[in-house]
């Protein structure tokens, strides 16, 4: 019966199916590359940051700049690093700042660093001025001339100028003792065939400074002076003044162009021993000049501006008063009327004979 009993219990009620889920489209294959790709970057960065931020790894292989200061500029390649520091008080250094950078730059820049003022330095600092420098150039090949250089016709080379004050200008006679020389400039000129007349009558051997020009346009008026035994001596071309002031190229031609002037007019065997400069002007560099070209720098002790025409008794005078033993007299045969000197020249020659003077050229 209990048997029977549980076959009668009523079955457990079906439980209706579950409506299936709807099946989601599949999302396009290049979305899904995207979305890949995005979050495999994303995970790049975060761990590489990470792993950089606690290893170094992502650190450069040089030192770490200090803070406050620019990265090192990276040395152009095949350009020589260094540059010569500019000397003390020269244009290139300003004040006493520090010494020119090294030839090889620091691996990191120290802040508040500064160079030489208005050039950047080799690690790119900020120089004194506080702004940032611009980086360094490729040193520039410096370039190296002769201070003279030879000019491409293979003629010589001028001499170097010597700046400064002559030193070895001559004032006197050859002999000293009581004797005087005569010497004449600006010629050749109407007056010097007077003159010469007048030596010759006292057996006087003067010297002619001549100017370039005038000894070229009056060639036989040179041979003269040159056949009577008297001595030549080079004015320049066109004395100019003041001749301590010209250029060196400007002395080396007024010197060595009249030179070649008087010994062409004065024909083969020509010699021209002194050199004097216009108006006195003479200096270190014109009386080295002249030296090359074996003349002596001559002066003189006697001045009695005759070529501004004071008239004979004044010219006279002057001699008479400032006259030494061993004097050189200074006088001229051109360069315009030189009436007065002729006439003066006519009254001192008897006097300095009989002074007991002799007569002689000027020391060499």
């Not at 979305?35 to 992502?58: D, E, H, N, Y």
């Not at 250089?149 to 003629?155: I, Q």
């Not at 003067?206 to 000894?215: L, V």
């Not at 074996?294 to 002066?299: K, P």
Request: hydrophobic letters at 35%; aromatic letters at 4%; a positive charge.
């Amino acid at each position: 019966m209990h048997r029977n009993a549980a076959r009668r219990r009523p079955a457990h009620p079906i439980r209706p199916a579950r409506p299936a889920r709807p099946v989601r489209p599949a999302r396009p294959a290049a979305g899904r590359s995207r979305l890949v790709a995005g979050c495999i970057a994303v995970a790049a960065v975060l761990g590489l940051s990470a792993c950089g931020t606690a290893s170094g790894a992502l650190q450069p292989t040089t030192a770490a700049a200090t803070p406050g200061s620019a990265s090192p500029q990276q040395q152009p390649t095949g350009t020589a690093a260094s540059t010569t520091a500019p000397a003390t008080g020269s244009d290139g250094a300003t004040g006493s700042g520090p010494a020119a950078p090294s030839a090889a730059p620091s691996a990191a820049a120290k802040p508040g660093t500064s160079g030489v003022s208005g050039t950047p330095s080799a690690s790119g600092t900020p120089g004194a001025s506080g702004t940032p420098s611009a980086p360094a150039q490729p040193a520039a090949t410096a370039r190296t001339t002769s201070p003279a250089a030879t000019p491409a016709t293979g003629t010589p080379a001028p001499p170097p100028a010597h700046p400064g004050t002559a030193t070895k200008v001559i004032g006197s006679t050859a002999s000293g003792g009581r004797t005087v020389a005569l010497t004449f400039d600006d010629g050749p000129g109407p007056a010097t065939g007077q003159i010469l007349d007048l030596l010759a009558q006292y057996h006087v051997k003067a010297t002619f400074c001549e100017i370039g020009q005038n000894a070229a346009a009056n060639p036989a008026l040179v041979k003269r002076v040159v056949a009577e035994g008297h001595r030549l001596c080079d004015h320049s071309v066109h004395h100019p003044q003041p001749f301590e002031k010209l250029s060196h190229d400007k002395a080396v031609y007024e010197i060595g162009a009249a030179h070649d002037m008087i010994v062409k007019a004065g024909g083969p065997g020509t010699e021209v021993s002194w050199f004097r400069a216009p108006g006195g002007g003479f200096d270190a560099d014109n009386e080295h000049i002249a030296a090359g070209l074996g003349m002596s720098s001559l002066g003189w002790s006697v001045d009695p501006r005759d070529w501004a025409r004071p008239g004979a008794p004044a010219i006279v005078s002057t001699v008479q008063q400032q006259l030494k033993p061993g004097g050189v007299i200074l006088m001229h045969d051109g360069g315009g009327d030189r009436s007065q000197t002729v006439a003066a020249l006519k009254q001192l020659l008897p006097w300095l004979v009989a002074q007991g003077y002799t007569f002689d050229l000027p020391a060499a």
